[in-house]
């Protein structure tokens, strides 16, 4: 049994030590490509062009090839993952002064491109990525990896368009014992994103000036529904406060609400207990002796 219990051990130590043994760096090459900037927001009348730049870097030791490609982008859930699509028709629109470019180590080079917007174009909302790509063969291992970057453009069609917001839910903690947070689902029912600003403030409910805020901000592209999630700002004590709340809707008015929260720390929560306790065998009424 001594020995069972021996070589269960040493097989721990052995997995553990395995367990912290870093990768080896060369099986993971870095991501030495890089692209500025990583997002631009352009309106284009139809009929015009627009001429842009781009920067690429190379933060490794080697120079780099890259290859200079567009594709359109759209989000497929409420989380704003990416589809992306090389074929769109959009991609029309994208041309680069140079598709292929090098990059030497330690250096940067500057990319122009134009974005030709045809005068039959409808107005409203197109999304464009632009990506930069190279390849990196590991020598070890003879495999080659694809470092690829993006500039994101979110382009708007001049003329009648609309950026028609609705809020479909929000959901706000009653009861939190931690670091509370708040969601919210936002549709864009219009043809072009616009930015939501959203924000909470948390008020004592018994009165007083706001004590703590936060703000955010986020594209909320045409024909689809984000999720948006916040953390409310933590309050210092024990107590029951109002929180009010703003959420941008595009052209639509700025949806408002006020919402309850018992914010119940462990710790406070303890104290107060404890305290209550206290008081209660303190003044509760003593017992009277029967008399013999």
């Known amino acids: 049994m001594k020995y069972k219990v021996t070589y269960f051990m040493l ?57 200079m490609n567009a594709e359109v982008f759209s989000v ?14 959009e991609v029309a629109w994208v041309t680069f002064g140079r598709k292929q470019v090098t990059v030497a180590a330690g250096t940067s080079e500057t990319v122009s491109y134009k974005i030709a917007v045809p005068l039959d174009a409808e107005p409203g909302g ?8 190279s390849q990196t ?31 479909l839910s929000l959901n706000s903690p009653f009861l939190t014992f931690e670091d509370p947070t708040w969601t919210a689902t936002v549709q864009n029912s219009g043809t072009t994103h616009f930015h939501s600003i959203y924000s909470v403030s948390v008020t004592p409910v018994f009165g007083g000036a706001s004590v703590k805020s936060a703000q955010g901000d986020s594209l909320i592209l045409p024909s689809s529904i984000r999720l948006l999630s916040q953390s409310i700002p933590r309050p210092d004590i024990l107590g029951i406060y109002r929180l009010d709340y703003t959420v941008g809707l595009g052209d639509v008015a700025a949806y408002q609400a006020t919402k309850w929260m018992l914010y119940v720390p462990p710790l406070q929560s303890l104290l107060v207990l404890a305290i209550i306790i206290g008081i209660f065998f303190l003044f509760r009424p003593k017992r009277q002796k029967p008399s013999k």
């Open 11 to 67: 097989a721990v130590v052995i997995l553990a030590v395995g367990a912290m043994v870093p990768v080896d760096a060369v099986s993971t090459p870095d991501r030495r490509l890089g692209i500025s900037p990583l997002r631009n927001e352009l309106t284009i009348t139809p009929g015009t062009s627009f001429d842009g730049k781009l920067t690429l870097t190379n933060s490794g030791q080697e120079s780099l090839a890259v290859t």
């Open 137 to 167: 063969n590991v020598a070890t291992t003879g495999v080659t990896a694809i470092n690829r970057v993006a500039s994101l453009l979110y382009i708007t069609v001049a003329g009648n368009v609309t950026r028609t917001g609705t809020l």
């Open 126 to 133: 197109r999304y464009l990525s632009l990506f930069a790509s």
């Open 76 to 89: 497929i859930n409420e989380a704003y993952d990416y589809s992306f699509n090389p074929s769109g028709k």
